[in-house]
């Protein structure tokens, strides 16, 4: 019999509690969520900036949590026999991730920080790494002071590979999660100015990323985008580590070098000398900056001596996700509309990424492009000078029509030739209407902007237009 992710006695040693529960009592899974808990799942009531989770643990028992982790003086409800209390239930969450981190001496574990591509390139790595053996990777984006210990905590004795993912909107904060994840490799995608609210420059942002190398394993490695302009800073940081460093990009000395790339709508071709071995494969998933990342991917894949070829080949599989350039072709009733819905979320450098990925549509396909864009936020002072400089990649890319919306965005738009202005409205949902009967058949039409611009409800929007136009037709 395979044994379980924990037992009982085990996470009450791992967190210090005592319990009144079978020790030997198996535990499937660890959650902090009763509405996504699995019967069998151990719950730990975490207290969140809007939420208290010690007011969830009867849903949590109600749904078939084997048992659940509270702070001391919670009271029982009938319980007790299943309850482990402490007295800080974040820090017993960190805890179990560390028991689980050092219970896996043997895997390779991966961490991936970066200003954009973490949560592709974790996806990515977990593609790529399957051939060669399991691979444990973070759920969605969970990659902060609770996502990364709830990550480590599901993660199960035996993996060859564990990969998670690193994010911060302040210094300081990835030295604590690098001290929990303990890398092997540790990957950043690239340094751009996000959360800048939070930061003087982007010199100090590369500087907050380097704290991942802080608890590298001894004789481990960095890998840092070559054509990145704060590679030379990281790369100090990194060798203080005593890190061994591999450059990727299509830079010259760098150690994962893009050699041909041939980039298409629908992926990408790519040739690249990986660590001494020239290897082409076929990228599943378009644009520039996921064959940056895919490089990356195939460094690690070496560098933890997974197998490169099949690595490689499992790279077509690679597909844009929900919100991250996933494309969608609508019906119009008079022809096709290509939707690509990257709502997800919205940096300077995501979005000059996405409007060149928006350029390779072909014309005779789809002749006319259209960016929606919506404001990107985190950039403090900055913000509006990061937005009218968009103007140059709206340009290079070729767009046509540009609607937009937001504060900021709003600078951006007010530059334009009244040729290339679609329309213009203060948020997301007022812009809806004038979307919907700006854009039609031929048109591929990319929609982005931050998280908090709420970008989303204009896909949703624009297919349900289509979807009644399409019925009247
Ligand atoms: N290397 C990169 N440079 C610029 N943009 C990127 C890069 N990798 C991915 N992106 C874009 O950034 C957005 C967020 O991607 P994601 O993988 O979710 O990153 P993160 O987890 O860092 O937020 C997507 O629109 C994606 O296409
Ligand atoms: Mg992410």
Same mark, same amino acid.
């Given at each position: 019999m395979t044994r379980p992710l924990w037992t009982i006695g085990e996470i009450a040693k791992a967190v210090g509690a005592k319990s009144s529960a079978h020790p030997d009592a198996h535990v499937t899974g660890v959650s902090i969520d009763s509405r996504s808990l699995a019967p069998q799942e151990a719950f730990i009531a975490i207290r969140g900036a809007n939420h208290d989770g010690h007011g969830f643990v009867a849903a949590a028992f109600t749904e078939g949590a084997a048992c659940a982790i509270v702070e001391k003086g919670f009271p029982a409800q009938g319980r007790a026999d299943k309850l482990l209390r402490v007295t800080d239930t974040l820090a017993a969450l960190r805890d179990l991730g560390s028991a689980a981190r050092a219970r896996v001496e043997r895997a390779v574990v991966i961490a991936v920080t970066g200003s954009a591509g973490k949560t592709g390139t974790k996806e990515g790595l977990k593609l790529a790494l399957s051939p060669s053996g399991s691979v444990h990777v973070s759920a969605k984006s969970h990659n902060n002071h609770w996502g990364v210990p709830l990550s480590l905590a599901n993660m199960r004795r035996g993996v060859a590979f564990g990969v998670f993912e690193a994010g911060m909107n302040h210094a300081g904060?990835? +030295?604590? =999660?690098?001290?929990? %994840?303990? &890398? *092997? %490799?540790?990957? #950043? !995608? !690239?340094?751009? &100015?996000? *959360?800048?609210?939070?930061?003087?420059?982007? $010199?100090? %942002?590369? /500087?907050?990323?380097?704290?991942?190398?802080?608890?590298?394993?001894?004789?481990?490695?960095?890998?840092? @985008?070559? /054509? @990145? &302009?704060?590679? /030379?800073?990281l790369r100090r940081h990194a060798l203080e580590h005593e890190a061994r460093v591999i450059g990727f990009g299509a830079a010259k000395g760098a150690e994962a070098r893009l050699l041909e790339v041939d980039l298409r709508a629908d992926g990408s071709d790519v040739?690249? /000398?990986?660590?001494?071995? !020239? %290897?082409?494969?076929? =990228?599943?998933? &378009?644009? =520039? *900056?996921? #064959?940056? @990342?895919?490089?990356?991917?195939?460094?690690?894949?070496?560098? $933890?001596? $997974?197998? +490169?070829?099949s690595a490689a080949r499992a790279l077509s599989r690679w597909s844009a996700q929900t919100g991250r350039g996933e494309r969608v072709v609508i019906d119009t009733g008079a022809g096709r509309l290509a939707l690509i819905d990257e709502t997800y979320n919205a940096n300077p450098a995501s979005m000059r990424a996405a409007l060149a990925t928006l350029a390779l549509t072909p014309r005779e396909e789809y002749p006319r492009r259209v960016a929606v864009l919506g404001d990107m936020l985190e950039l403090g002072g900055q913000g509006p000078k990061l937005h009218l400089e968009l103007a140059e990649f709206v340009d290079a890319a070729g767009v046509d029509v540009v609607f937009a919306c937001g504060e900021l965005m709003v600078g951006l738009y007010d530059s334009l030739p009244p040729s290339r202005q679609g329309g213009y409205a203060k948020t997301a949902e007022q812009l809806a209407p004038l979307l919907a009967k700006g854009v039609g058949a031929g048109d591929v039409v990319m929609i982005k902007g931050s998280f908090g611009s709420r970008m989303a409800p204009l896909v949703e929007a624009l297919q349900r237009h289509f979807d009644t136009a399409g019925a009247q037709a």
């Amino acid at each position: 019999m395979t044994r379980p992710l924990w037992t009982i006695g085990e996470i009450a040693k791992a967190v210090g509690a005592k319990s009144s529960a079978h020790p030997d009592a198996h535990v499937t899974g660890v959650s902090i969520d009763s509405r996504s808990l699995a019967p069998q799942e151990a719950f730990i009531a975490i207290r969140g900036a809007n939420h208290d989770g010690h007011g969830f643990v009867a849903a949590a028992f109600t749904e078939g949590a084997a048992c659940a982790i509270v702070e001391k003086g919670f009271p029982a409800q009938g319980r007790a026999d299943k309850l482990l209390r402490v007295t800080d239930t974040l820090a017993a969450l960190r805890d179990l991730g560390s028991a689980a981190r050092a219970r896996v001496e043997r895997a390779v574990v991966i961490a991936v920080t970066g200003s954009a591509g973490k949560t592709g390139t974790k996806e990515g790595l977990k593609l790529a790494l399957s051939p060669s053996g399991s691979v444990h990777v973070s759920a969605k984006s969970h990659n902060n002071h609770w996502g990364v210990p709830l990550s480590l905590a599901n993660m199960r004795r035996g993996v060859a590979f564990g990969v998670f993912e690193a994010g911060m909107n302040h210094a300081g904060e990835i +030295l604590g =999660l690098s001290k929990l %994840i303990r &890398p *092997h %490799i540790a990957i #950043v !995608t !690239t340094v751009e &100015p996000v *959360h800048l609210g939070f930061f003087r420059s982007v $010199a100090e %942002i590369a /500087d907050a990323k380097a704290e991942i190398f802080e608890s590298l394993e001894r004789g481990g490695a960095a890998i840092l @985008n070559r /054509d @990145n &302009p704060y590679y /030379d800073r990281l790369r100090r940081h990194a060798l203080e580590h005593e890190a061994r460093v591999i450059g990727f990009g299509a830079a010259k000395g760098a150690e994962a070098r893009l050699l041909e790339v041939d980039l298409r709508a629908d992926g990408s071709d790519v040739k690249a /000398d990986i660590l001494g071995e !020239t %290897i082409s494969y076929r =990228l599943g998933a &378009p644009g =520039l *900056h996921l #064959v940056q @990342n895919s490089l990356a991917v195939l460094a690690a894949v070496k560098l $933890a001596r $997974a197998n +490169l070829a099949s690595a490689a080949r499992a790279l077509s599989r690679w597909s844009a996700q929900t919100g991250r350039g996933e494309r969608v072709v609508i019906d119009t009733g008079a022809g096709r509309l290509a939707l690509i819905d990257e709502t997800y979320n919205a940096n300077p450098a995501s979005m000059r990424a996405a409007l060149a990925t928006l350029a390779l549509t072909p014309r005779e396909e789809y002749p006319r492009r259209v960016a929606v864009l919506g404001d990107m936020l985190e950039l403090g002072g900055q913000g509006p000078k990061l937005h009218l400089e968009l103007a140059e990649f709206v340009d290079a890319a070729g767009v046509d029509v540009v609607f937009a919306c937001g504060e900021l965005m709003v600078g951006l738009y007010d530059s334009l030739p009244p040729s290339r202005q679609g329309g213009y409205a203060k948020t997301a949902e007022q812009l809806a209407p004038l979307l919907a009967k700006g854009v039609g058949a031929g048109d591929v039409v990319m929609i982005k902007g931050s998280f908090g611009s709420r970008m989303a409800p204009l896909v949703e929007a624009l297919q349900r237009h289509f979807d009644t136009a399409g019925a009247q037709a």
